[in-house]
Antibody, heavy 122, light 107 residues
Protein backbone atom coordinates (compact mmCIF):
# COMPACT_ATOMS: atom_id res chain seq x y z
CA UNK A 1 0.00 0.00 0.00
CA UNK A 2 1.01 3.61 -0.45
CA UNK A 3 3.18 4.91 2.37
CA UNK A 4 4.64 8.37 2.85
CA UNK A 5 6.92 8.86 5.82
CA UNK A 6 8.18 12.34 6.66
CA UNK A 7 11.28 13.09 8.69
CA UNK A 8 13.69 15.90 9.43
CA UNK A 9 11.47 18.17 11.48
CA UNK A 10 12.30 19.59 14.86
CA UNK A 11 13.12 22.90 16.46
CA UNK A 12 14.85 25.68 14.55
CA UNK A 13 15.71 29.22 15.51
CA UNK A 14 14.21 32.17 13.67
CA UNK A 15 16.31 32.75 10.58
CA UNK A 16 17.50 29.16 10.63
CA UNK A 17 17.06 26.30 8.17
CA UNK A 18 15.63 22.81 8.12
CA UNK A 19 15.30 20.12 5.48
CA UNK A 20 12.31 17.83 5.49
CA UNK A 21 12.29 14.47 3.76
CA UNK A 22 9.43 12.24 2.70
CA UNK A 23 10.21 8.64 1.81
CA UNK A 24 7.67 7.02 -0.45
CA UNK A 25 6.85 3.35 -0.93
CA UNK A 26 4.11 1.17 -2.33
CA UNK A 27 3.85 2.95 -5.67
CA UNK A 28 5.98 4.03 -8.62
CA UNK A 29 7.27 7.28 -7.17
CA UNK A 30 8.69 8.70 -10.40
CA UNK A 31 5.28 8.72 -12.09
CA UNK A 32 3.51 10.99 -9.59
CA UNK A 33 3.69 14.69 -8.80
CA UNK A 34 4.18 15.39 -5.10
CA UNK A 35 3.11 18.18 -2.77
CA UNK A 36 3.87 19.67 0.61
CA UNK A 37 0.98 20.97 2.71
CA UNK A 38 1.29 22.43 6.21
CA UNK A 39 -1.01 22.88 9.17
CA UNK A 40 -0.24 25.32 11.97
CA UNK A 41 -1.26 24.12 15.44
CA UNK A 42 -5.03 24.15 15.74
CA UNK A 43 -5.42 25.70 12.28
CA UNK A 44 -6.44 24.65 8.79
CA UNK A 45 -4.51 23.33 5.81
CA UNK A 46 -2.18 25.51 3.76
CA UNK A 47 -0.69 24.34 0.49
CA UNK A 48 3.08 24.91 0.28
CA UNK A 49 4.54 23.57 -2.96
CA UNK A 50 4.32 20.98 -5.73
CA UNK A 51 6.91 19.28 -7.91
CA UNK A 52 6.31 17.44 -11.15
CA UNK A 53 6.91 13.70 -11.48
CA UNK A 54 10.32 14.29 -13.06
CA UNK A 55 11.34 17.24 -10.93
CA UNK A 56 11.47 19.71 -13.81
CA UNK A 57 8.54 21.86 -12.73
CA UNK A 58 8.07 23.40 -9.31
CA UNK A 59 5.42 25.74 -8.00
CA UNK A 60 5.09 27.46 -4.65
CA UNK A 61 2.57 29.32 -2.56
CA UNK A 62 3.16 33.02 -3.18
CA UNK A 63 3.71 33.67 0.51
CA UNK A 64 6.67 31.28 0.59
CA UNK A 65 8.54 32.04 -2.58
CA UNK A 66 12.24 32.40 -2.18
CA UNK A 67 12.47 30.78 1.24
CA UNK A 68 11.36 27.18 0.55
CA UNK A 69 12.62 24.83 -2.15
CA UNK A 70 10.97 21.58 -3.14
CA UNK A 71 12.99 18.83 -4.76
CA UNK A 72 12.98 15.07 -5.27
CA UNK A 73 15.35 12.18 -5.78
CA UNK A 74 13.54 9.59 -7.83
CA UNK A 75 16.39 7.12 -7.44
CA UNK A 76 15.69 7.13 -3.69
CA UNK A 77 11.91 7.57 -3.81
CA UNK A 78 12.27 10.65 -1.65
CA UNK A 79 10.75 14.12 -1.65
CA UNK A 80 12.41 17.06 0.06
CA UNK A 81 11.53 20.50 1.35
CA UNK A 82 14.42 22.83 2.10
CA UNK A 83 13.26 25.63 4.38
CA UNK A 84 15.41 28.69 4.98
CA UNK A 85 15.07 31.99 6.82
CA UNK A 86 12.47 30.34 9.05
CA UNK A 87 9.95 32.47 10.93
CA UNK A 88 7.75 31.77 13.92
CA UNK A 89 4.71 31.53 11.67
CA UNK A 90 6.33 28.63 9.79
CA UNK A 91 5.66 26.53 12.89
CA UNK A 92 3.39 23.74 11.65
CA UNK A 93 2.90 20.09 10.92
CA UNK A 94 4.25 19.52 7.43
CA UNK A 95 2.60 16.83 5.32
CA UNK A 96 3.84 15.38 2.09
CA UNK A 97 1.04 14.30 -0.19
CA UNK A 98 0.79 12.49 -3.49
CA UNK A 99 -1.06 13.92 -6.44
CA UNK A 100 -3.50 11.50 -8.03
CA UNK A 101 -1.50 11.39 -11.27
CA UNK A 102 1.72 12.55 -12.89
CA UNK A 103 0.26 16.02 -13.35
CA UNK A 104 1.51 18.78 -11.08
CA UNK A 105 -1.69 20.77 -11.53
CA UNK A 106 -5.37 19.99 -11.62
CA UNK A 107 -5.23 16.86 -9.49
CA UNK A 108 -6.44 16.16 -5.96
CA UNK A 109 -4.13 14.81 -3.27
CA UNK A 110 -4.95 11.17 -2.80
CA UNK A 111 -2.47 10.01 -0.17
CA UNK A 112 -0.92 11.88 2.74
CA UNK A 113 1.92 11.20 5.12
CA UNK A 114 1.54 11.34 8.88
CA UNK A 115 3.11 14.78 9.11
CA UNK A 116 6.32 16.11 10.63
CA UNK A 117 6.37 18.93 13.17
CA UNK A 118 8.52 21.98 12.61
CA UNK A 119 8.79 24.44 15.49
CA UNK A 120 10.49 27.78 14.98
CA UNK A 121 11.40 29.33 18.28
CA UNK A 122 14.29 31.03 20.01
CA UNK B 1 -6.27 33.92 -5.15
CA UNK B 2 -9.40 31.80 -4.87
CA UNK B 3 -10.71 32.05 -1.32
CA UNK B 4 -12.95 29.27 -0.05
CA UNK B 5 -15.36 29.95 2.81
CA UNK B 6 -16.92 26.97 4.56
CA UNK B 7 -20.13 27.01 6.54
CA UNK B 8 -21.07 26.38 9.18
CA UNK B 9 -17.90 26.56 11.23
CA UNK B 10 -19.22 23.87 13.55
CA UNK B 11 -22.09 21.47 12.97
CA UNK B 12 -23.53 19.46 15.85
CA UNK B 13 -25.54 16.41 14.85
CA UNK B 14 -26.39 12.94 16.09
CA UNK B 15 -25.44 9.60 14.54
CA UNK B 16 -27.95 8.63 11.89
CA UNK B 17 -28.70 12.21 10.89
CA UNK B 18 -27.81 13.89 7.60
CA UNK B 19 -24.95 16.42 7.45
CA UNK B 20 -24.81 19.14 4.82
CA UNK B 21 -21.56 21.10 4.59
CA UNK B 22 -21.12 24.08 2.30
CA UNK B 23 -18.17 25.71 0.61
CA UNK B 24 -18.36 28.96 -1.29
CA UNK B 25 -15.64 30.34 -3.56
CA UNK B 26 -15.00 34.01 -4.25
CA UNK B 27 -14.72 33.21 -7.96
CA UNK B 28 -15.85 30.41 -10.19
CA UNK B 29 -14.12 27.05 -9.88
CA UNK B 30 -14.37 24.38 -12.59
CA UNK B 31 -16.17 21.37 -11.18
CA UNK B 32 -13.39 19.01 -12.20
CA UNK B 33 -11.03 20.84 -9.85
CA UNK B 34 -12.80 20.68 -6.50
CA UNK B 35 -12.32 18.24 -3.63
CA UNK B 36 -13.31 17.45 -0.06
CA UNK B 37 -11.09 16.00 2.67
CA UNK B 38 -11.79 14.54 6.08
CA UNK B 39 -9.40 14.95 8.98
CA UNK B 40 -10.10 12.95 12.10
CA UNK B 41 -8.56 14.09 15.36
CA UNK B 42 -4.85 13.36 15.41
CA UNK B 43 -4.84 11.99 11.86
CA UNK B 44 -3.75 13.15 8.43
CA UNK B 45 -6.30 14.45 5.95
CA UNK B 46 -8.00 11.86 3.76
CA UNK B 47 -9.38 12.49 0.29
CA UNK B 48 -13.13 11.92 0.21
CA UNK B 49 -14.40 13.51 -2.99
CA UNK B 50 -12.59 14.73 -6.11
CA UNK B 51 -13.88 16.48 -9.21
CA UNK B 52 -16.79 17.74 -7.08
CA UNK B 53 -18.72 14.50 -7.00
CA UNK B 54 -16.45 11.48 -7.40
CA UNK B 55 -15.80 9.38 -4.32
CA UNK B 56 -12.18 8.45 -3.73
CA UNK B 57 -11.19 4.82 -3.41
CA UNK B 58 -12.71 3.16 -0.37
CA UNK B 59 -15.03 6.03 0.56
CA UNK B 60 -18.52 4.84 1.60
CA UNK B 61 -21.45 5.86 -0.55
CA UNK B 62 -23.02 7.82 2.30
CA UNK B 63 -20.59 10.58 1.28
CA UNK B 64 -21.62 12.60 -1.75
CA UNK B 65 -20.48 15.85 -3.30
CA UNK B 66 -22.23 18.29 -5.58
CA UNK B 67 -22.05 21.83 -6.85
CA UNK B 68 -20.59 24.03 -9.52
CA UNK B 69 -19.28 27.52 -10.08
CA UNK B 70 -18.95 29.10 -6.66
CA UNK B 71 -21.10 26.83 -4.49
CA UNK B 72 -20.24 23.27 -3.50
CA UNK B 73 -21.76 20.88 -0.99
CA UNK B 74 -20.68 17.77 0.85
CA UNK B 75 -23.52 15.62 2.11
CA UNK B 76 -23.12 12.80 4.59
CA UNK B 77 -26.22 10.69 4.92
CA UNK B 78 -26.75 8.47 7.97
CA UNK B 79 -23.88 9.78 10.10
CA UNK B 80 -21.67 7.11 11.65
CA UNK B 81 -19.59 7.70 14.82
CA UNK B 82 -16.37 7.74 12.77
CA UNK B 83 -17.68 10.60 10.59
CA UNK B 84 -17.33 13.17 13.35
CA UNK B 85 -14.25 15.04 12.23
CA UNK B 86 -13.13 18.22 10.49
CA UNK B 87 -13.89 18.58 6.79
CA UNK B 88 -12.00 20.76 4.35
CA UNK B 89 -12.91 21.81 0.85
CA UNK B 90 -10.16 22.41 -1.69
CA UNK B 91 -9.91 23.92 -5.14
CA UNK B 92 -7.10 22.98 -7.49
CA UNK B 93 -8.28 24.99 -10.48
CA UNK B 94 -6.00 27.95 -9.86
CA UNK B 95 -3.05 26.96 -7.68
CA UNK B 96 -4.39 25.22 -4.57
CA UNK B 97 -6.37 26.67 -1.69
CA UNK B 98 -8.33 25.12 1.15
CA UNK B 99 -11.34 26.28 3.09
CA UNK B 100 -10.94 26.96 6.80
CA UNK B 101 -12.76 23.75 7.72
CA UNK B 102 -16.08 22.66 9.21
CA UNK B 103 -16.00 20.74 12.46
CA UNK B 104 -18.67 18.07 12.69
CA UNK B 105 -19.38 17.34 16.35
CA UNK B 106 -21.51 14.74 18.05
CA UNK B 107 -24.61 16.32 19.57
Amino acid sequence: QVQLVESGGGVAQPGGSLRLSCEASGFTFNTYAMHWVRQAPGKGLEWVAVISYDGTKKFYADSLKGRFTISRDNSKNTLFLQMTNLRADDTALYYCARAGTWAEAGVALDHWGQGNLVTVSS
Amino acid sequence: EIVLTQSPGTLSLSPGEIATLSCRANQSVRSDYFAWYQQRRGQSPRLLIYSSSNRATGIPDRFSGSGSGTDFTLTISRLEPEDFAVYYCQQYDSSITFGQGTRLDIK
